[in-house]
């Protein structure tokens, strides 16, 4: 498969509601908390909420095949990301849902290195030589599609904004959970 053809598998409405996010968070700067977004089938939102949608600035036209994320509260602050997911569930009504989270990474070679103790581990990353800074947007919607948005703090401009449906793959994977249907045992 080309990377051409790789492209072909990404939702068009996801990818332009996760950069549509990226753009908004990058516009805040740096150092945020990690943040949560409801990602909402845009013509239902402008059948359902007519008030809400003429305000910001959505019709029948536009809505066509597209997402609305909806921020969600803040998170708390003392819980990483990757914990408040494990609890959240979403309603039917929610087509998918983004999350925001800044986060260091190193070099692969640093891999080896890294302590198993997490509180010591995030000390090495911290005071790593080679750390990058990264800003992370991963969205997934129910019917199975990612895509993710990379910004490296080192290259902060629109044009070094990387993205692809599978970057962060752990991420993903908990932003999907979310969205399962809960079975009656």
């Known amino acids: 498969m080309t990377e051409f053809d790789a492209d072909l598998d990404i939702d068009p409405a996801l990818a332009a509601a996760v950069l549509e996010i990226e753009t908004h968070a990058a516009a805040e700067g740096w150092d945020r908390p990690a943040r949560l977004f409801a990602l909402v089938d845009t013509a239902a939102l402008v059948e359902r909420e007519p008030a809400l949608a003429a305000a910001m600035g959505l019709d029948e036209a536009s809505a066509q095949g597209s997402l609305t994320p ?18 959240i569930s979403w309603p039917s009504g ?3 849902c983004a999350a925001v989270v800044e986060r260091l990474v190193l070099p692969p070679d640093a891999d080896a290195e890294i302590p198993d103790d997490r509180v010591t581990a ?22 199975g599609a990612t895509y993710c948005a990379l910004r490296l703090r080192a290259h902060d401009d629109d044009q070094s904004v990387v993205g692809g449906a599978d970057l962060v793959p752990g991420l993903l994977e908990l932003l999907g959970a979310t969205l399962e249907e809960e079975t009656e045992e």
């Not at 995030?122 to 019917?143: K, L, N, W």
């Open 122 to 143: 995030e000390e090495f990353a911290r005071e790593h030589p080679d750390r990058q800074e990264v800003r992370i947007v991963a969205g997934a919607t129910r019917a």
């Open 70 to 87: 909806v921020e969600q509260d803040q998170l708390a602050p003392d819980q990483p990301l990757e914990v408040a997911l494990q609890s």
């Open 94 to 96: 929610v087509a998918g």
